[in-house]
């Protein structure tokens, strides 16, 4: 619920000039998230898991108060009557029917949907892959696999916002060329990530990954932008999200099918 209505806010305070940086630094905050997460293992080690559970949810609870009361939203009118009139109007199925019959969305949901597939799979699998590659206890896994690639992540959400922004001043390709630079680093990043067994190896890879997709992820709502009207870019991204979503739950549910029959 919160990604799609959030980009789209991000994205219709900022123009072409800031779009990617504004978008890579509000990813940094979900990194950051995940890295503290990697924690929830040390948690469930000493206490168990339903304490790292309720501990974070508690935190995600509070912070919602604060959104409710310091988010919000950018009215472009001068009416604000006539903008809550339009948006009444504005029937519940038209942006699925623009958006499906827009054949660059169907490209971009295929492009973002198959990157989700080693993505998901080696964020959800990564503390497990540390674990068993370095022979080291899960309560340290966790942590050091998500700080890793979180740190790396930001970096790589901020240099492709940056690079993004300034590229696309030239070339109207310039979101495009910044993504699949991102992507093309997570290919040899795989690799090492599955047959490396030693620290160096292992991290350094994580690394790679993480700045690769964090350009990709960078630059993803921005796209969307260039070809999808601000009424629609909510819809749009909810769409792109649920299908990665759905690409991840499979391939982590067959990895680990895999994995449990040898």
Not at 72 to 84: G, Q, R
Not at 109 to 116: D, E, I, M, T
Not at 218 to 244: D, E, H, W
């Amino acid at each position: 619920l919160y990604i799609p209505a959030g980009l789209a806010l991000i994205a219709d305070f900022h123009s072409s000039k800031t779009r990617s940086l504004a978008i890579g630094i509000h990813m940094t905050g979900l990194y950051m998230g995940q890295a503290l997460g990697g924690f929830g293992a040390t948690v469930a080690n000493e206490f168990s898991w339903q304490t790292a559970f309720r501990s974070f949810g508690i935190i995600g609870v509070f912070y919602s108060v604060v959104l409710i009361f310091f988010l919000k939203e950018k009215i472009k009118a001068p009416d604000l009557n006539t903008v809550k009139d339009k948006v009444q109007k504005l029937p519940i199925f038209k942006g699925l029917a623009v958006l499906f019959s827009n054949i660059s969305f169907w490209i971009i949901l295929f492009y973002f949907a198959v990157p989700s597939l080693p993505g998901w799979g080696v964020k959800n699998w990564l503390p497990t892959l540390f674990s068993e590659n370095l022979n080291i206890d899960m309560s340290l896994a966790g942590p050091l696999s998500t700080i890793t690639i979180a740190a790396s992540s930001f970096i790589g959400v901020i240099f492709g916002g940056i690079l993004s922004d300034r590229w696309v001043q030239k070339n109207i390709r310039g979101r495009v060329y910044t993504s699949a630079i991102g992507i093309a680093l997570t290919i040899p990043a795989l690799l090492f990530i599955g047959f490396g067994h030693s620290l160096v190896s292992v991290i350094g890879a994580a690394c790679c990954f993480g700045i690769g997709f964090g350009m990709f992820d960078a630059n993803n709502m921005p796209i969307l932008c260039q070809f999808v009207s601000s009424k629609y870019r909510a819809t749009a991204y909810g769409l792109m999200n649920m299908t990665g979503v759905f690409f991840g739950a499979f391939i982590t549910d067959f990895l680990g099918r895999s994995t449990d029959e040898g």
